[in-house]
């Protein structure tokens, strides 16, 4: 039983260049967020998915987007790049509206 | 919306009692949680509480709700150098799929 997982570990973008972060949780559970963690700023949340298929905005969406083609797994894509998106992005999941789960974090640096 | 305050640091000595205080703002938050970040890691449930008790221990750790201040205090017993990380203090309305994240305090902790 993995838990969350989130791919990859580390990534270095330049400005404009595109990338998919790929979350994978196997605990059959109904919803998954994506987070971005910034220094003195806690966790601020981008979108979220209450079920397959669903996906909704969270604080702070401009920028990404996102998919939940498969009930296990929620993408996070950037578009295009920028210097203010880099970040610490955190993906989490839940059964029902209680404890989540959080995977290891990706650590984006963009150029 | 909801706002959840919390100090950004605490310094204690080993074997002290550590105090951390939150305050919260939306009177129908019906889960409260603490999170633990250590470095370079996801966060961790470490306890929580729901809003119709006072107080709940767990072995080192008791969690105080002082629902009319909206005040909530997690204390760590006998604080030890593995305990330094970060604390997140997290609010949820009762069915709402979106919990709030305090920006977390640093706790370190010194021999």
């Known amino acids: 039983n993995a838990g969350v997982t989130q791919t990859p570990k580390f990534r270095v973008l330049k400005t404009g260049q595109s990338m998919t972060l790929l979350c994978a949780q196997d605990?059959?559970?109904?919803?998954m967020y994506w987070y971005r963690q910034d220094p003195g700023m806690g966790l601020r949340l981008i979108h979220y998915?209450?079920?397959?298929?669903?996906?909704a905005k969270g604080e702070v969406p401009d920028g990404y987007n996102v998919s939940r083609l498969k009930k296990q797994n929620f993408l996070l894509g950037l578009e295009s790049a920028a210097p203010s998106q880099t970040s610490v992005y955190f993906c989490a999941s839940s059964l029902t509206t209680d404890t989540q789960y959080f995977g290891p974090g990706t650590r984006l640096t963009v150029l | 919306g909801e706002d959840v305050e919390q100090s950004l640091f605490l310094s204690v000595r080993e074997g002290d009692s550590s105090v951390i205080n939150c305050t919260y703002t939306d009177s129908s938050s019906t889960y409260l949680y603490w999170y633990k970040q250590e470095p370079g890691a996801g966060l961790q449930l470490l306890t929580y509480?729901?809003?119709?008790?006072d107080m709940k221990q767990d072995q080192r750790l008791t969690v105080l709700l002082n629902k009319k201040d909206k005040h909530l205090s997690l204390r760590i017993a006998d604080t030890q150098t593995g305990d330094s990380a970060i604390y997140f203090c997290?609010?949820?309305?009762?069915?709402?799929?979106?919990?709030?994240f305090g920006r977390g305090t640093s706790l370190i902790v010194h021999p």
């Open positions: 997290v609010v949820a309305p009762g069915g709402s799929y979106i919990p709030t």
């Open positions: 998915s209450v079920g397959e298929g669903t996906t």
């Open positions: 605990m059959n559970h109904e919803y």
């Open positions: 509480i729901f809003s119709n008790m």
